[in-house]
């Protein structure tokens, strides 16, 4: 089957599915005329903005309970994702703090030792916690 061709099916496809749900929506039948109105909605258009309404919600509550899983799984591998991004810095800038270890108090690369150890102090920090806080979430 042509591209075009599929296009073709799929737009009129869309297009009679979405005003089918919109006759549905706001209470007509297939011939255009209006059917019986629910008792519990009220007359004329406001009756049908609130089944609409209704409509609307249900589809919201449904999606996000269909969703709810993926959600929380999704989350906890997002945390454990970046958790191991923040401890890339903590192996990039170890060599360095090893390195620069003698003179962590007055010698040459004092500035270098503690700039190293204020980066590895913060960057552990912070993969640690992401990872504690995805282990609380399972």
């Known amino acids: 089957m042509r591209p075009q061709t599929i296009g073709r099916v799929l737009g009129i496809g869309l297009r009679v599915a979405g005003r089918m749900a ?6 007509e039948d297939a011939q ?3 059917a019986r109105v629910q008792p519990s909605a009220a007359p004329g258009a406001q009756g049908r903005g609130r089944a609409a309404g209704q409509a609307t919600r249900n589809v919201g ?4 309970g269909f969703f709810q899983p993926f959600k929380r799984v999704g989350g906890k591998i997002l945390l454990e994702v970046v958790s ?3 401890l890339l810095p903590v192996v990039v800038f170890m ?4 390195r620069t270890r003698e003179s962590w ?5 004092h500035r270098t030792f503690l700039s190293s150890a204020v980066v590895i102090a913060v960057f552990l920090y912070l993969g ?3 990872f504690w806080r995805a282990r609380r979430r399972g």
Not at 105 to 109: I, N, S, T, V
């Open 95 to 98: 060599p360095v703090l090893w």
């Open 22 to 27: 919109g006759q549905a929506i706001m209470g």
């Open 32 to 34: 255009g005329t209006t």
């Open 128 to 130: 640690v916690s992401s």
């Open 105 to 109: 108090q007055h010698g040459p690369d």
């Open 84 to 86: 191991v991004f923040f």
């Open 61 to 64: 509550r449904g999606v996000s």
